[in-house]
């Protein structure tokens, strides 16, 4: 510990977070091949599935799809991987060793940030071309996707390593295995909004998944979407509110 203490001490935030992020792939390098086919197959099967279950949609729902598949697998994976490793963490009692290392509680999460967003980003653009060849629509990602793209995994993340951090481990899957739920099934990700029941539209005004949504799809289909002031301002609100609840979650005794 020591030696890892040293190390870390005179370093910035940037360098704490590649020390981190060397430090947690090499801890499960045996684990990563079958992580990474297993977000390859969970995008690809997202939009193919639902390309049988739906058949040939209209050219909206089809654009739908499409954006939404990567979305939800990126949140899949912030919302149960994360929290599933940081509970694997925290009964080996890795966790509570890292919390020991003179480094920016932010770097701990913005660790986990970079390596899981590195995990899923193939997937990810791999289910948009399969799901543009397979509904027979056209993407045309601006470069600015990729800052939505850290943006929503920076916030599915913190939530994700806030809850496993305060819950029980087997407490914090369930938990996490509900929210994926939530959002394959009752999240307007991959239909419009206007499909749901009223009272859960004006729910989802205040939650952060509508918001990264809608960002997404703007930046994968500019030409057929837009983005929302207020989804703007509430993905905002909750990137703040999020990374600060996983910094003070770190803050407390395991």
């Keep these: 510990m020591s030696t890892a203490q040293t190390a870390v001490a005179p370093a910035g935030l940037g360098q ?135 943006v929503v995994a920076l916030t599915a993340t913190s939530l994700g390593y806030s809850y496993a951090v305060l819950l029980h481990p087997q407490i914090a899957n369930v938990i996490g295995q509900l929210l994926t739920f939530v959002v394959l099934m009752f999240s307007p990700v991959s239909f419009p909004a206007e499909r749901l029941p009223g009272w859960l539209q004006t729910i989802h005004h205040f939650l952060p998944i509508e918001p990264m949504a809608e960002l997404m799809r703007a930046g994968v289909m500019p030409e057929a979407f837009s983005v929302t002031t207020r989804s703007v301002v509430v993905l905002t609100i909750w990137v703040v509110a999020a990374v600060g609840g996983a910094e003070a979650s770190l803050r407390r005794r395991l």
């Design 16 to 150: 704490s977070v590649a020390l981190l992020v060397r430090w947690r792939v090499r801890s499960n390098a045996s684990q990563f091949p079958l992580l990474f086919a297993v977000q390859i197959a969970v995008s690809v099967l997202l939009v193919l599935g639902l390309g049988m279950f739906v058949g040939n949609p209209p050219e909206l729902f089809a654009r739908y799809l499409t954006t939404g598949a990567g979305t939800a697998a990126l949140l899949t994976v912030a919302l149960i991987v994360t929290s599933q490793s940081v509970s694997q963490m925290k009964e080996n009692g890795s966790l509570a060793w890292m919390k020991t290392w003179p480094v920016a509680r932010t770097a701990l999460v913005l660790a986990e940030v970079t390596m899981w967003t590195a995990l899923v980003l193939p997937g990810l653009v791999l289910g948009w071309i399969i799901g543009a060849a397979r509904f027979h629509v056209s993407i045309s990602p601006r470069p600015w996707i990729i800052l939505v793209v850290l």
